[in-house]
Each structure stands twice: as C-alpha cells, then as structure tokens.
C-alpha cells in the first residue's frame, strides 16, 4: 500500500514491495499472481471495508432516512481520513485489466446503491428534495472519494471535523432542512 501510494502502481516495482514487506519476489509471487492482484486486493480490501462501515451505520440509524444518510455519510468519511493511503489508491483503479476492473466497480456499485437507496427513501418520505438521486449518491460519493487527495492525519482538521463538516454538505445536497431553517 506504502509503495503504491507513494510511487503510483507503474513507478513501483515488485522488488520494492517485496524488500518493504520483508519476502523474497518468488515469494510475494507465492501469495499473488502478479502485481496488478497485489492492487487489487488492495482496492477490494478498501471497498469492503467502506461497505462494511456503511452497512452497520445503515443499521444502527434504523428507519430514518436522514439519520441513515447523516450516519453512511460519517461512515465513509471516517472511512477516507482513517485510512487515507488505502483510499486514495481508488485512483489507481486505471490500471486493472477489465475483468478485475468490472469485478471492483460491482463492489463500489453496491456503496452507491446504498446511498441511493436511502436518497430514494427519503425522497419518498418528503425527507429529501433531489432531482436525481443516482447522479446525487454519485455526487456525495465522488466528494467523500476526494478526501485523500487533500486530508492529511495531525492536520488542522481531525476525521470527527471533516465528517461533521461533509454530513452538513451531504444533507444540504439532499435537500435536507437545518434546524435553522426549521425554526425560522
């Protein structure tokens, strides 16, 4: 992850990632095919952890569609600042052949069906004001995906701030009213 991250997937040989994790090149080569598996496992490590967090805010927000969307959204970007290099590896995604590529976006897919689903549902409730709730779950994901290019650990800003902060932005996208607004 350390290499990909801090070289791309071209400019890292597998030498290097082998000298990094202590083994031999023969032996990397024992536990993956080639380097492109290496990315991927990587990347599905990502998405399955993304998918999990999300899955268990879903179900701890229960039936309420903002509380779902306020808590998935935490989810993801807790997700993005505690795991920065791991998530900013997406972008490297370029790189798979198509089959590991069409197999990693099913597993990206199902993050934004999640997200869509509860933009769907609050929709339908009145919770939400949205025109388009798959080109908006795309939206709140391809914000919450930028993170790592810009978030770094020890900064001025810590993962509660920067979800509390993307909550805000995510349910002011939805259409969500503030107690503010509410109130006036």
Known sequence: MDAFSDQGFHGTPVRDIARRVGVTVPALYYHHANKEALLVSLLETGVED????ASAAVAEA????????????????????????????????RYLAPDNRRRYAAMRKQVEDLV??????????????VDDPDETSRAL???????????????????????????????????????????S
Do not use: K, N
């Open 141 to 183: 994901l391809g914000m919450c995906q930028a993170i790592p290019r810009w978030y770094r650990p020890g900064g001025p800003l810590g993962a509660r701030d920067v979800a509390a902060r993307y909550v805000s932005i995510a349910c002011r996208t939805a259409g969500v009213r503030t107690t503010s607004e509410v109130s």
């Open 116 to 129: 869509t689903d509860i933009l769907r549902s609050g929709l339908a409730a009145g919770v939400f004001d």
């Open 62 to 93: 229960g039936d309420d569609a903002e509380r779902r969307l306020r808590f998935v959204v935490e989810a993801i970007v807790v997700h993005m600042t505690g795991r920065t290099r791991l998530a900013a590896l997406d972008s490297e995604l």
């Open 50 to 53: 993304v998918l999990l967090r």
